[in-house]
């Protein structure tokens, strides 16, 4: 009876983990990106967004690293998170390993972890030569800390490094975003 309860136990808290993995309303900008809109939609979705608590802005800013692009599209900022849409290129044909899941977001004085199961997509891991990969990369504010969303001018992303396996090679990625 005690192994019943306790495989039903672990099944429930496994069903309440995989619950949390909410989808992002944040676009990649990525060939990808299912969550893309059209037309009237995209126009909305490229100017700024705001009210109370989060703010939406299409960020623009890309950077090339190892034969990888980066390129971050948009950025959503609330009072207790921040996502980041994302795509990758590798250009290269060699296989980069990249973990920007992995990083984490300075604001001011603040740290922010990447939350592994908090985003979407796939933009973490091995990257083949050739490949294109774009997804959401979810920041979580400490706990017992708010983001003053009006407040944040720039934020810095350290996303952890590229690892070439071919040439061994290996460069810190770190990208500022303006906020618009």
């Keep these: 009876m005690k192994k019943l309860l306790s495989v039903v136990g672990v099944g429930l808290l496994a069903v309440g983990v995989l619950a949390g993995c909410g989808e992002t309303d944040v676009a990649t900008g990525g060939s990808n990106n299912t969550e893309k809109a059209s037309g009237k939609e995209q126009d909305k979705k490229a100017s700024t967004k705001k009210d109370d608590a989060s ?66 997509g796939n933009v973490s891991g091995d990257i083949n030569g050739g490949v294109k990969m774009d997804g959401v990369i979810v920041y979580d504010v400490p706990e017992a800390n708010t983001l003053d969303v009006k407040g944040v001018k720039e934020i810095k992303l350290d996303m952890g490094e590229i690892f070439n396996d071919k040439t061994m090679a290996s460069k810190t990625v770190t990208v500022t975003i303006p906020v618009k």
């Design 55 to 120: 703010k939406t802005f299409n960020a623009n800013v890309s950077k090339e690293m190892l034969g990888l692009k980066i390129n971050i599209a948009e950025v959503k900022l609330s009072e207790d998170k921040i996502q980041v849409g994302l795509n990758l290129e590798n250009t290269t044909q060699d296989k980069l390993s990249f973990f920007p899941d992995q990083g984490n977001a300075i604001i001011g004085d603040m740290q922010l972890s990447a939350s592994l199961f908090g985003g979407s």
